[in-house]
C-alpha cells in the first residue's frame, strides 16, 4: 500500500484529480485520500515497512485511522518509534 500511496500522490501532485485516480483504481474516492497520506510518512516509519521491522501494532488499519502529523517525529512518537 505504501508504494501506491507514493504512485498516488504523484498523480496528485501532477494535477490528476483525486476522483479520476480513484475511478482508474476502482475505489472510493475515501480510499485514496486516506491511504494516499501513507506517501507522507517520515522515513524511518516508511524504512521499517518496507523492510518488515515495524512495531507489530502497526498495521495499515491503524495507520489510515488517524490524521497523521505533518512533523516526522511527532509521526514517529505517535506510532511508536
Request: aromatic fraction near 8%.
Amino acid at each position: 500500500m505504501l508504494i501506491r500511496a507514493h504512485g498516488w500522490a504523484r498523480d496528485l501532485k501532477a494535477g490528476v484529480q483525486l476522483m479520476e485516480i480513484a475511478r482508474r483504481e476502482s475505489v472510493p474516492d475515501a480510499f485514496i485520500r486516506t491511504r494516499a497520506q501513507l506517501a507522507f510518512l517520515s522515513p524511518k516509519i516508511q524504512t521499517a515497512i518496507l523492510d518488515g521491522s515495524q512495531p507489530p501494532e502497526l498495521t495499515l488499519k491503524r495507520l489510515v485511522s488517524v490524521t497523521h502529523p505533518l512533523e516526522w517525529s511527532e509521526q514517529e512518537r505517535l506510532f511508536g518509534f
